[in-house]
């Protein structure tokens, strides 16, 4: 169980630390540049070449903002796969765990049915020779 937790808590570590490297991505590093050129377009009085910057750096920022949510949601996905794969072993773990006890049972059910069978086996060879003596007895 502490092995589930530990597992799920580096999962989760790991989801926040790629959610702050996807920040740091192509769309993000292009749209800082054409923020960056837009503002020096209009310090320079390049008003033209200022707007299509600034366009330019918006939908650099929305592809940038796509991806994140995109890599968000594998994140989300590829750790619902690895608890499902967990998941999935301790099931197959218990399934063996059940499938044992089950064979001991039945080891010890056909051991208890030998025993029984010798005891009539037994028995009959005791009664059989009951009556023998008696037979005999009787001549």
Do not use: C, P
Not at 16 to 23: E, L, P
Not at 79 to 99: A, F
Not at 105 to 126: A, D, N, P, Y
């Amino acid at each position: 169980m502490k092995k589930i937790i530990s597992i799920l808590a580096v999962a989760l570590l790991a989801a926040s630390v790629f959610a702050v490297s996807y920040k740091n991505n192509t769309f993000q590093k292009l749209a800082d540049e054409y923020t960056k050129k837009a503002e020096i377009a209009l310090d320079a009085g390049q008003y033209d070449d200022a707007v299509e910057y600034s366009k330019k750096a918006e939908e650099n920022a929305a592809l940038s903002e796509a991806y994140i949510k995109m890599m968000m949601a594998r994140g989300e996905a590829e750790t619902v796969l690895s608890l499902q794969k967990i998941r999935l072993l301790m099931q197959k773990k218990l399934m063996h765990q059940i499938h044992s006890q089950w064979l001991i049972l039945l080891q010890k059910i056909i051991l208890k049915k030998q025993k029984l069978l010798l005891t009539v086996k037994i028995m009959s060879r005791q009664m059989l020779m009951q009556k023998l003596l008696l037979l005999l007895l009787m001549v």
